[in-house]
């Protein structure tokens, strides 16, 4: 009997909830790139090293890319 693949997929509420502060989780079609950020056996992160250009799907581990919409900073007033 074949699994049901949908069993296996984090549902987005809980994935972002996860997400560390200030970095959000690549969604499943999102391509990888240098910069992005995977989690170690620690559950910590460290920067992604491998090849770029790959879907995010494809990979085992969740990968994360800083969000700077959750930008913990100031806003700048115009001046």
């Not at 509420?13 to 950020?37: C, H, I, T, Y």
């Not at 090293?49 to 990968?63: C, L, N, S």
């Amino acid at each position: 009997m074949i699994p049901n693949q949908t069993s296996f997929i984090e549902p987005e509420a809980d994935a972002q909830a996860n997400a560390p502060k200030n970095f959000r989780r690549l969604e499943w079609n999102e391509l990888v790139s240098r910069g992005d950020f995977v989690e170690n056996e620690h559950q910590g992160l460290e920067p992604w090293e491998g090849p770029a250009g790959f879907r995010a799907d494809a990979f085992v581990k969740p990968i994360y890319r800083r969000d700077k919409s959750r930008s913990t900073g100031a806003a700048k007033k115009p001046s």
